[in-house]
């Protein structure tokens, strides 16, 4: 599953502002936005942006 799908599937679930998801997983609000206009993120974003999921799963969402 591609970043920017599990990104949508935790902020659709979450209702929590594209902005504030950048912020608080990468220090970078235009995260999402950067990501949905093709930019390739690196090994340590990818990295970073994995734990803070892994880290604020909903329960819901967990498998």
């Known amino acids: 599953m591609s970043l920017l799908i599990k990104i949508d599937r935790y902020l ?6 594209v ?10 609000p235009r995260l999402v ?14 990295e ?5 999921l892994r880290d604020t799963m909903p329960t819901e969402m967990q498998p």
Do not use: S
């Open 33 to 46: 936005a950067d990501l949905r206009r093709g930019r390739r993120p690196g090994p340590a974003v990818i």
């Open 19 to 28: 902005t504030r998801f950048g912020r608080l997983a990468c220090n970078d």
């Open 48 to 52: 970073r942006v994995d734990a803070f």
């Open 12 to 17: 659709r679930c979450t209702k929590m502002p």
